[in-house]
Structure formats: C-alpha cells, structure tokens
C-alpha cells in the first residue's frame, strides 16, 4: 500500500515570529506593514496584533516537530518566506525570458550564473535556518512538504499602502505587475537549487484566489492591498498562473520532486436549488473560484479575459498534485454582475451558510459554526475532493482545520472531515495525505491572535504550548487507525 501522509502544515508569517527577544524578525513582507498601518487599525479593518507577539515557532520549531512526531505524524507541510531570503531586489539579476504570441511569459531560464548572483544576495543567515528547519524534519523522518508562497510578498515586490494610496504610482505592485513572475521565477529557482535534496513535494501557491478577491475586489476585509479594481483583479490572475507555471518549470530544473499547487476549493450549492438564477449563481462561483487555476494548470485551458472563452495555452499545463484546503462550502444566491468586467462575479453567500454565519451559532441548516462563523460542513469536503478527482491528479488535503478556542467543536470537527475524506477514498478519489490546520495557535491575518485554529494553544507570554486535549488526542488516534 502507498504511503498515505498525515501532516500539520504551517505558514510563514502566521507562525515564525514572536519571540520574545525579537530575534527572527522579518520586517521585510508586505503584511508586516499592512498589520501596523494606522489608518488599517483605526478602520477595524486589522486587529491590531502584532505577528512578533506570535507563536515563535522560528525560535521553537524543534519543540513543534517533536510535537508533531509525537502525534504519529509522517509529514510536514511548511512555507520558505520570500522575505527572508531576499529582503532586497534580485531584478538586476539577469536571466532570459521568453513569451508567446498573447504576450504571456512561455520560458524563463536562470542560468548558473544568475543562481551564484542570487546566492550573493540572499540572506544566508535565513537559507541556514529553513536548511536547519528541513534538516530537522529529516532527522525526525518526515516527509516535507514547501510552499514558496502563502500570501506574503517582500516589500519590494508589493508595497501595499502605496497600492491602496494609487495603484499606478505605486513602485511594487505585487502580482499586478508581470514583472514580479520572473522575480517569482528566480527566487523559485534558488530555493530549489539550495533546498531540494531536503523537500519531497514543492507547492508553488497557497490560494491564489483569495489573494485575488480579497485582495482586489473586497477593501472592507482587510487583506492587502484593499482595493477594489476588476483589472487589476484578472491581471492578479493571469500572472500567478505563469507565475505557477514557470516556477514549476524552474524548480524542475534542480528537483524531481512533485510540484503542485495549493488551492481552497469551495463547493457551492444554490440557496433555492429550484431558482435557476441561484444555480447559475453557484456555477459562477465554482467557475471562477474554482475552475479558473484547476482548467488553465492541469488542462492548459486558460480563461485569459475572464469571459467563458478559454483558449489552448500548453505551456501553462504544469501541475503534479492538487492541494485542497477546506474550512467550510458556500451557499449563494444570485445577484447581478457586481463588476462590468468580471461578469461571472454574479453570487453573495447566503446569510447563516458557509463563510457567511455567525460566530459560536448554527446553521439554518444546524450545523454548528465556529468562532470565525464558519459553518461546519464535512460533506463539503467530499464534494471538494470529487470535483478534484475530475482532474485526474493526485489530492493531498492541505488544510482543513475549525476556530475553535475552548475546543468543543474541533475533535468531532477532525473525525468528521476525516470520514468524509475517506468516502471520497472508497468512492474513487486520489487522496495521499491530510494536513491539519494547524499544530498550534496561528496569526490569523486580519484577526490576529482572536482567532485559534491549534491543536495546542500557544500562551503568547510565555510561548508555551498547551494542548487542547481532547483534540490532541482525537487527532492522535484517527492518526493510528490510519486509512482503515
Ligand atoms: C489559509 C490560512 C488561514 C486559514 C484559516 C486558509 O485558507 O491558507 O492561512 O489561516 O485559512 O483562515
């Protein structure tokens, strides 16, 4: 029998920092200046936590594998932060770049040279920690997986209250700017060179769609840059699907391990299944929050204009495994067209269902929801993986995990996910692996420390870890049992 991996995974940002001593900072990402922007943290629209009051796990990561180890964890699923390694331009490193004929970058090469130029300008202090991280996870036998971006973008690659301030002054534009793909590239290609004896599954992108509608298309939620601007939405998508694509070729280049992306696939059904303009609504939403990255990357058929006419592009068919987080589904109604450019955004969620209910209630459905008010649901996961199924590619359950600070709902929460992912497995579905969201406490974005998704809490004076024991200890046994 294969090998089926059972894994915590972890972000940069929302894990590294926090210790005490303030050593390990890194004040080089854009979300280390969106999080402390005044006019952010007068709006409500951030919490005002700050991530080096965080989890520490830079300075404690070896007390965090060996709580994983002690789970009965094989895998471990962990982003290298851009930041870090480049808090300082690569765009004068040189490197030859090739486009189709839409325009659209079909080849990077990053020659030995480029990759000795970038080495002298990534900081070496930060390579010898995630090689010091990685060499760890060896030594205990996990397997690793690394992501190479979870949202956060240097400084330099986006500056997001210049962006909010005018999007057209601004210096660094984050994904909006094609330039970056090829910064993105380089940066994919060192990372692969340096760590790729150490890491058995690369993953480009964690969820570059909510990059994209948070981002672009939702100010009011705190996610940088806060603007709304349907353009610059679609470019926002058009480049993180080269981006993936071009980065998979680079990291090839140095690695033979499987490349794959990480995205939150979202099932949604109709508020009335019987009114067609809410089904409609439902396959707008699975179109564009779903189908857009999964067609363009396993099927190289790429909505470039965002209007239900893909075209054939191959070289963007780059893609070894699906990572599929899930938290909760969505359940919409029909609305007309918000945005004259993106005729497909044609849905709300419904009040009450999915991402959309009240925290520490139910459901009009009565399903519990969490402390974020997100609805459980682990049906929601079945159809999730069913739908990837369709792509003909293995699945690895990258994320899926509940808010839930005094631990009530989350052991029956992982037993249930859990199930509906072995359903799927008796029912056909490729899935090799399941990572919990997350180990301990986290950063959670917008909401800061509010909001608690471990399995143990992190006491963030102290840093201590704290199980949540009836978690712990349910996680550990659906661990045991296995896929049985
Ligand atoms: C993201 C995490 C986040 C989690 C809970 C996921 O979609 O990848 O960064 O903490 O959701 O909101």
Same mark, same amino acid.
């Given at each position: 029998m294969k090998t089926f991996y059972w894994g915590v995974v972890q972000s940069a940002f929302q894990f590294e920092m926090g210790d005490p001593l303030r050593?390990?900072?890194?004040?080089?990402?854009d979300w280390w200046a969106w999080v402390r922007d005044p006019f952010n943290i007068k709006n409500d629209l951030?919490?005002?936590?700050?991530? $080096?009051?965080?989890?520490?796990n830079y300075g404690l990561y070896e007390i965090d594998h060996r709580l994983a180890k002690d789970l009965g964890l094989n895998a471990y699923q962990l982003t290298i932060e851009w930041s870090r390694i480049f808090?300082?331009?690569?765009?004068g490193v040189e490197v030859k770049v090739e486009r189709d004929s839409y325009g659209l970058i079909k080849d990077v090469k990053v020659p030995r040279e480029a990759l000795g130029e970038l080495d002298k300008l990534a900081n070496q202090r930060e390579v010898a920690h995630y090689l010091g991280v990685l060499r760890n996870l060896k030594k205990l036998g996990f397997t690793t997986f690394v992501t190479l971006n979870h949202q956060t973008l240097p400084i330099w690659v986006h500056d997001p209250l210049e962006v909010r301030e005018n999007l057209q002054r601004a210096r660094a534009r984050g994904w909006v700017d094609e330039g970056n793909v090829v910064e993105f590239v380089k940066f994919s290609a060192y990372v692969a060179w340096k760590f790729s004896e150490l890491v058995d599954f690369w993953a480009?992108?964690? $969820?570059p769609m909510v990059t994209v509608e948070l981002g672009?298309?939702?100010?009011?939620? @705190? /996610?940088?840059?806060g603007i709304i601007n349907p353009e610059a939405a679609k470019a926002v998508i058009v480049n993180q699907l080269v981006a993936h694509a071009r980065a998979y070729d680079a990291i090839k280049e140095h690695s033979s391990a499987p490349v794959g992306i990480i995205l939150n696939t979202i099932p949604a059904y109709p508020l009335?299944?019987?009114n067609e303009r809410d089904v409609k609504a439902a396959e707008n939403y699975d179109y564009f929050h779903n189908r857009i990255f999964l067609n363009a990357l396993?099927?190289?058929?790429?909505?470039l204009d965002l209007n239900w006419e893909p075209v054939k592009i191959?070289?963007?068919?780059?893609?070894?495994w699906i990572g599929n987080n899930y938290y909760t589904r969505e359940v919409v109604k029909w609305t007309e067209p918000r945005f004259e450019e993106l005729p497909m955004v044609s849905f709300v969620g419904a009040e @009450?269902?999915?991402?959309s209910g009240d925290p520490n209630s139910v459901s009009p459905d009565n399903n519990p929801t969490s402390d974020f008010g997100w609805e459980v649901y682990p049906k929601g996961l079945y159809d999730s993986i069913m739908e990837l199924t369709e792509y003909g590619k293995p699945v690895y359950i990258t994320e899926n995990g509940v808010a839930d600070s005094k631990d009530i709902l989350r052991p029956r929460y992982i037993r249930e996910h859990v199930d509906a992912m072995k359903t799927a497995i008796e029912n056909g579905a490729d899935v090799r692996g399941y990572f919990h969201w997350a180990l301990t406490d986290n950063? $959670? /974005?917008?909401? @800061?420390?509010?909001?608690r998704f471990g399995l143990y809490e992190v006491d963030?004076?102290?840093k201590e870890r704290i199980p949540r024991k009836w978690s712990v200890e349910t996680y550990r046994s659906v661990v045991r049992e296995g896929l049985e």
């Amino acid at each position: 029998m294969k090998t089926f991996y059972w894994g915590v995974v972890q972000s940069a940002f929302q894990f590294e920092m926090g210790d005490p001593l303030r050593r390990g900072i890194d004040a080089r990402s854009d979300w280390w200046a969106w999080v402390r922007d005044p006019f952010n943290i007068k709006n409500d629209l951030v919490s005002g936590d700050l991530p $080096e009051d965080g989890i520490n796990n830079y300075g404690l990561y070896e007390i965090d594998h060996r709580l994983a180890k002690d789970l009965g964890l094989n895998a471990y699923q962990l982003t290298i932060e851009w930041s870090r390694i480049f808090p300082c331009p690569t765009k004068g490193v040189e490197v030859k770049v090739e486009r189709d004929s839409y325009g659209l970058i079909k080849d990077v090469k990053v020659p030995r040279e480029a990759l000795g130029e970038l080495d002298k300008l990534a900081n070496q202090r930060e390579v010898a920690h995630y090689l010091g991280v990685l060499r760890n996870l060896k030594k205990l036998g996990f397997t690793t997986f690394v992501t190479l971006n979870h949202q956060t973008l240097p400084i330099w690659v986006h500056d997001p209250l210049e962006v909010r301030e005018n999007l057209q002054r601004a210096r660094a534009r984050g994904w909006v700017d094609e330039g970056n793909v090829v910064e993105f590239v380089k940066f994919s290609a060192y990372v692969a060179w340096k760590f790729s004896e150490l890491v058995d599954f690369w993953a480009t992108f964690d $969820e570059p769609m909510v990059t994209v509608e948070l981002g672009y298309l939702a100010p009011y939620v @705190g /996610w940088p840059p806060g603007i709304i601007n349907p353009e610059a939405a679609k470019a926002v998508i058009v480049n993180q699907l080269v981006a993936h694509a071009r980065a998979y070729d680079a990291i090839k280049e140095h690695s033979s391990a499987p490349v794959g992306i990480i995205l939150n696939t979202i099932p949604a059904y109709p508020l009335d299944p019987r009114n067609e303009r809410d089904v409609k609504a439902a396959e707008n939403y699975d179109y564009f929050h779903n189908r857009i990255f999964l067609n363009a990357l396993n099927r190289g058929s790429v909505d470039l204009d965002l209007n239900w006419e893909p075209v054939k592009i191959k070289h963007l068919a780059r893609n070894d495994w699906i990572g599929n987080n899930y938290y909760t589904r969505e359940v919409v109604k029909w609305t007309e067209p918000r945005f004259e450019e993106l005729p497909m955004v044609s849905f709300v969620g419904a009040e @009450g269902y999915g991402y959309s209910g009240d925290p520490n209630s139910v459901s009009p459905d009565n399903n519990p929801t969490s402390d974020f008010g997100w609805e459980v649901y682990p049906k929601g996961l079945y159809d999730s993986i069913m739908e990837l199924t369709e792509y003909g590619k293995p699945v690895y359950i990258t994320e899926n995990g509940v808010a839930d600070s005094k631990d009530i709902l989350r052991p029956r929460y992982i037993r249930e996910h859990v199930d509906a992912m072995k359903t799927a497995i008796e029912n056909g579905a490729d899935v090799r692996g399941y990572f919990h969201w997350a180990l301990t406490d986290n950063y $959670e /974005w917008a909401m @800061g420390f509010k909001i608690r998704f471990g399995l143990y809490e992190v006491d963030l004076i102290t840093k201590e870890r704290i199980p949540r024991k009836w978690s712990v200890e349910t996680y550990r046994s659906v661990v045991r049992e296995g896929l049985e």
